[in-house]
Structures are given as C-alpha cells and as structure tokens.
C-alpha cells in the first residue's frame, strides 16, 4: 500500500488511507497483539475522527474492548497506554506531516513501540486482503478523559522555585490541546503563546520545529516580549525544539547535553543515550556529570529499546525527541518543557541567561544534518569506506569515520547514513574549527552530490 512506514503508517486521505483501510489495520493490529484491550487517540485533522473511528470499529470485530480518549497528543497516547495497562494502542496523527496526510503510531503494553520490523510489516501483509468483518464476540468501547491525569504526570517534572518568562508556539498542533491543564499547574510559569488554537489545515506554518524558517515568529516573540527562552512543537507534540533569549535555535543535541546532568544528579551513574548524529560535546557533558554516553543509532524505536535495556532515565535525539525513563521511556515535547524550566530556574544557573548556558556546548563546529538524494546508497556509503579506510570506524548506522584527536586542530568526524523514512543519504560533520568543517564538508558534498 504504500502507507506503512519503518516508524508508522501514514498516508493521504482519502487516496491512501480511509475508513476502509483503517478498519482492517484496526482488525489485524488487534490480532496482531492478540489485545484484550487497547487505546485509541487522535490529533485535531479534519479527518481524524472518521480514521479513529474506523480503527476502532476493526479493533472491537477482532473482540478486543477500546479505550476512546478522544483529542489526544501522541505523548499523551503513550501515557494512557502505560497508566492504563492496556495491552497496547495507537495515535491517529501524521505528526508534522501537511493537512492532507493522516496516519498511526503504534504500540503495545506498556507504550513499546511497534516499528516495521517488529510489527508493521506483519500487519501490512495482513491488511493486503478482504476485511475478514466481525468475529464470534464483538468488543465494547468506552470513553476516558486522560487530560488533567496526564497534566498532573507532566508537572511532577517541573523542578522550580522562581518566575520564569517563556515562549511557546504549540504550531497549532496538539500542544495547545494539553497545554492549558499543564500551565494551570504552574504558577511560576509566565507565558507568551503563539497559534495555541489545535487546526489540522496549520494555517500559520508547518508544524515540524527542525526547520529554521518555521521558528521566526517564536524567535522574533521571544525577542520582543524580552523571554527567557521560546520552545516550539511539532504536530503531535511528541518533539519540540528551543530558542534561547536571543531567538537563536539551539540543537536538539545540545538541549540533551544540558538536560544530561539534572537527570544524573537524581540518578547518578546511569546511562544516557544519545544518537550518534549528535555533538561530540553530548558525550563529553554525560562524563563530565558522572554518567555512562551510550551512543545509538537513529530512530525512536532503537532509542526507547536501548534505553529500556540498558536502564537510562534520559535520552535525546537531533530530531527534538527526548526521551524520559519515568515516562514509560517514551518521548514527550511538554516533558522537555517542563524540564528546561528546571535547569533555567535553578539555583547553580541563577544570574545566567539560556545563551550563556549554551555558548561552552558550542566548542565544536557542526553542518547540521544534510540531505542527498543517491540512487545505491549501499554502494556510495561502501565507497565511503574505502576512501576512508585511515580514519577510525564504525557502522553502527550507515558509517562514521573519525580523525585526530580531540586536541588535534585537525579533528573531524563525519558520519553518513541512509534516512529510514525517506530516499535519502543523511549526513552530519563535525571539526574543531570552522575552516576545517567547511573545507570537509565540501569534500563529502564532492563525492555524494548536490544536496536537496
């Protein structure tokens, strides 16, 4: 079908997702979980409820009882699908996708993601014939309001005893659905708010935080209602990005870097992962805090397992995913919300605005993540290999190659990887200084092409 991604299934509506469709990949998910009972959320998309409610109807022919909790963030998904012990869920969203797509994020108990190798390439070869319709029993569905449960589950994460003035641009997505019940909590938290109101058409901009353009309106706030610093989410708040004071972006990598210690303080010793996209500083900051880096591949599904293996209580991706051990080791925007209020307010902090919090992060000089489009990325990463056969490395994902040492003028890394959602080579670099990243970047883009 085409919908059924390496993550989630997402597609347009109604060509490539409808009532139909949803009501088989609500059947066979069930089936696939053998559930006795699951969840069922959905964002603010025009089409949402018809999808939901299609997902359902399939779930409950399969005998299994659903959980309805109505308009819901993915975060907030993952909350009711822990708290409630069910034997797993789903959120209807198409995350930052535009207003015409809609889709799932599944998951079983105890919110474990479900990626395509652990299940949605089993459903999706389920879904590829009749609907079988409903079975001997017939599940019921009942309505939960999980809203203000939720927010008090948020808020225990706030850690602060000062004022502090911030921006938020929820993009009109489901952030500002569970926003209010959260800032009621916090009395300490003075706001000023851009397109809070949930439209799933996004009539302001898109609502994905990592582009830079998407962020001018919450810098130029920031700026001029003089805040600390502004935070912006995605469509269905399971990511979110920061400005600090200035409305300069500060990159996911280095808002984990800053959140590595105060997990550390109440969990000395444990692990933190981080992608391996990130700044060589994230590992550096884990150390320093007296905790254990541990370095994984892309994804949120490889994260939360590792973290869950391992044992971390925080973990953070470039993408603007962090990921909370008290959270069912699941991701949430508002959670890292809460939790910068935290590092922001504190007393070790005090008299240091967030640029300054940030400007010893910035020790190393980083492209961001570039895209090309490659027709054999297997071939070109391998070739990758070969003219990089002296430097030190690794495939944890794609390949990263290492230079020098860290106090070599010299130092570079660089790592390349095939995207899992779209045909794309991904890929990061980093150096000790400006003119050794530039001159390295333009040699990668030499062999890889022009990027898109």
């Not at 008090?152 to 659905?177: P, T």
């Not at 150096?431 to 883009?445: G, H, P, Q």
Request: net charge negative; charged share 25%; glycine share 10%.
């Amino acid at each position: 079908m085409g919908i059924f991604k390496a993550y989630d299934i997402r597609g347009t509506v109604p060509d490539q997702l409808d009532a139909a469709i949803a009501r088989k990949i609500g059947y066979h998910f069930a089936r696939f979980l053998s559930a006795g009972r699951l969840v069922v959320g959905q964002d603010m998309r025009t089409h949402s409820p018809e999808i939901a409610d299609a997902v359902s109807e399939g779930m409950r022919a399969a005998g299994c009882d659903v959980v309805r909790l109505g308009l819901a963030s993915t975060p907030m998904t993952y909350y009711a699908i822990g708290s409630l012990e069910c034997d797993g869920g789903l959120c209807v969203t198409a995350s930052h996708n535009p207003g015409e797509y809609n889709g799932m994020k599944l998951c079983s108990a105890g919110a474990s993601p479900i990626s395509r190798d652990t299940g949605i390439g089993e459903i999706e070869k389920r879904c590829a014939g009749a609907y079988p319709g409903p079975g001997p029993s017939r599940g019921k569905e009942e309505e939960v309001d999980v809203l203000n449960e939720y927010a008090d589950h948020v808020v225990k994460f706030a850690d602060i005893d000062r004022e502090v003035h911030f921006a938020i641009d929820a993009a009109n997505g489901m952030a500002g659905y569970t926003l209010g019940a959260i800032l009621e909590r916090l009395p300490l938290a003075k706001t000023e708010t851009l397109y809070m109101e949930p439209d799933g058409t996004f009539p302001n901009h898109e609502a994905n935080p990592l582009k830079e353009e998407n962020l001018q309106d919450l810098a130029r706030l920031v700026r001029d209602k003089n805040c600390e610093f502004g935070v912006e989410f995605d469509g269905d708040a399971d990511r979110c990005c920061f400005v600090d004071e200035k409305g300069q972006s500060v990159g996911a990598d280095l808002m984990t870097a800053l959140f590595a210690p105060r997990f550390l303080t109440r969990f000395p010793g444990t692990p933190v992962v981080y992608d391996l996209r990130s700044s060589w500083a994230v590992k550096e900051e884990i150390q320093r805090a007296g905790g254990t880096p541990i370095r994984d591949r892309v994804g949120h599904s490889f994260m939360k397992a590792t973290m869950r293996e391992k044992g971390a209580m925080f973990g953070g991706e470039l993408s603007g995913h962090f990921y909370f051990g008290e959270n069912y080791t699941c991701d949430s925007g508002v959670i890292a919300m809460v939790s910068a209020l935290g590092f922001v307010a504190s007393k070790e902090n005090k008299g240091r605005s967030f640029s300054d919090l940030v400007v010893e992060l910035r020790r190393y000089h980083s492209t961001g993540e570039v895209n090309f489009k490659v027709e054999d990325k297997d071939g070109k990463i391998a070739e990758l290999k070969e003219r990089y056969a002296s430097g030190h490395q690794d495939g944890l994902d794609g390949i990263t190659v290492e230079f020098g040492g860290l106090s070599d003028s010299e130092w570079w890394w660089f790592n390349v990887r095939p995207s899992n959602t779209e045909p794309y080579l991904r890929m990061v670099l980093e150096a000790s200084n400006v003119e050794l990243c530039a001159s390295k970047r333009e040699e990668l883009i030499a062999l890889l092409g022009t990027p898109v």
